[in-house]
């Protein structure tokens, strides 16, 4: 009864998507306000009712009802409860649930949140959130129906795939799709926009916050997928160019494009026509991802159930949305005045070049990844594009990238000097360098050209993000204290400091990461230690263990340093009971400095294991750079500016 | 004008692109077993403990090898099309039947038919990873000298075997 019910609600989401998706933009362009304001309430009933249906899924997965065909292939009596509940999002048919369920909270967001808008602005922004919800909730209706029904009822269901029951996993599908789909608003905005033909400055404060909030979602997306595939797959590594991976991040980039040209069409009101292509852009990159997850075009690691009706589906989606979306850009976008003049060297030109440069990473990156797919569609031979690949483009495209986040924020709109914009900053120019090619040899007494470039760039994003506080400090006139005048800084200010501190520390950890790790991978018998960066680990014994819902051999692997044991790590090989698939479960110790990781191989014999030992400097620093940036993101949405017009 | 066009000229290629692609399979990468011998074995019959069957009975014409088992919802989507090709094509398929109960196994195959010849009977699994198996269901092509020359991974309809097993067929019949 229970999944009925959510199937039920489900279709009344669909309905009440349909009213949302027409009869607003009716209203709009015949002027009916009544009409309009249907928006706002069909906004508010889909969400209610996805949730109704999310939830009705759940409960048949908390309450192991393997009459349901996608609970019995993703769950099982012995799944911990909170994997159960996370299983909800395990496989294809409860992600999309849950995506539409985050659009619709996207838009009950919008609905609740812009009272201040123009009703009409308003009406065309929920009509075209509800026409992606029409095409989302068919999609999961028609092809890929979580709450279908099997008979005879199974006894026991195959499991969630092993791989997924991590804690990592259960919060980063959640955060991805609230990225993905928070860039809908974004396009909402900018589609209502060419629809009315009016692209005032208004418009882009307020579709301002909400691409910030996407990115931040999207940031801790990608960061936690990052963080789950270096603790779960178990081969030391935190990103691997991945076909998934690279669709999460291709809108990252493109949104990082988007948040700093919605910044220039705000100030100066230039550049919008481009702002309105990166909105349309951005969430056209997300929905390519989805395609390329959701079809199985590409082999991935994360490989999922691909279908190709679903494929037809969504690319015919994506053709609809995004064809229609660029058409309706060109025939509007010649209209669009240009704004304020500026000078080749200003602001203008450096926050035009930072766009350029992410765009064309964005490029380099979606042509690494359709590679094999263009050879394949051209008949030549499959070939795939792996990491060395995008480490060639991408490196020489970001350290410049990294310069002008130096000088960006200093630099003045419309004209800067570039002498003294240099005579402030030389200072921090040189220590940069100087630490960059001074670290790397002191701690390790060893260097390249290439880290100590990566950590001069690194250090150089740091030091200017914080002087463009401290200048403004500087800047008060002497009768208001310190922290009168901190607190007079405006909060997007901080925001851009505190997440370009974040790339900064990011970088550091990758460059030393990537610099100066360290791994053996051999086999070890048991009372035997292996000396690796200055550390010894003991294999001590092999024990077998019994998990809620899998079997493991455990290995205790002493670890000690200059003789002082430090820690006792406890690497598991784990054979799931339904899946029966081995899993690799790492065991780390994590420090600011440095991570050790242990992997437990396939034994060689009866006392001797293979074990893979990595030595991972700052790696740590990848994702506290990430935390840093979204939190920027979020001190940058949250600027007073934006909250004036909520009430 | 036009450079307003260029962003939709662009996409409508990459569409044209990514129609193109869903219809390759990007799975059919070569394994390594493609082109070599069956590995050998030794396992019972699963409708009779007391008989065994080696490597060598699958031998001697073209055949098909289906690992399935009773809990692979996947092998239970697949399993008319298996007993449509065993009444239909006349080619020989074998099963084998991976990490599954015996009693279990040999009623399914009176619930639902059996397209089988015979089924190998592969309750650790052992077999199945000289095979290459990652999971149920696989299928493999086999020509007369026990040959692996094809392989599925995922579920047979009749669209898979005429797209994919059908110019096998014929290849391997032209080498002859």
Redesign the interface.
Known sequence: MIPELGQFALIVALCLAIAQAVLPLWGAQTNNINMMSVGRSAASGQFLFLLVAFLCLTYSFIANDFSVLYVTNNSNTLLPIYYRISAVWGAHEGSLLLWVLCLAGWGFAVAVRSRSLPEDVLARVLSIMGMISIGFILFTLLTSNPFERMFPAASEGRDLNPLLQDPGLVIHPPMLYMGYVGFSVAFAFATAALISGKLDSAWVKWSRPWANIAWVFLTIGIALGSWWAYQELGWGGWWFWDPVENASFMPWLVGTALIHSLAVTEKRATFKSWTVLLSILAFSLCLLGTFLVRSGVLVSVHSFASDPARGIYILTFLAVVVGGSLSLYAWRSVQFTSGGRFDVVSKETMLLLNNVLLVVSMLTILIGTLYPLFLDALGLPKLSVGPPYFSAVFVPLMLPLVFLMGLGPLAKWRRVTLKALFNQLKAYFLIALALGVILPLAIYGDTTIMTAIGIAAALWAIFTAAYAIMRLVAKRDQSTSLFKSLCKIPRAMYGMSVAHIGLGVFVLGVVFTSSFSDQKEIAVKIGDSVQLAGYSFLLDRVASIKGPNYQAVRAYVDVSEDDQLLTELTPEKRIYNVQRNPMTEASIDAGLFRDLYVALGEPVSDQEWGVRIYYRPFIQWIWIGTILMALGGILGATDKRYRLNVK | ?IR??L??AF??I??G????????D??L?PSPLIGKPIPSFELSVLKDADSSVTEKDFKGQIALINVWAT???ACKQEHAALVHLAEQKNIPIYGLNY?DDRDLAKQWLIDYGDPYVLSAYDPS?RVAIDFGVY?APETFLIDAEGVIRHKLVGIMTADVWQQQFVPKIEHIQQDL
């Open positions: 004008m307003a066009l962003p939709i996409f409508t990459l569409a692109f990514l129609y193109v692609g869903l219809y390759k990007p799975s990468v809990w692979c919802v990490k699994g999971g």
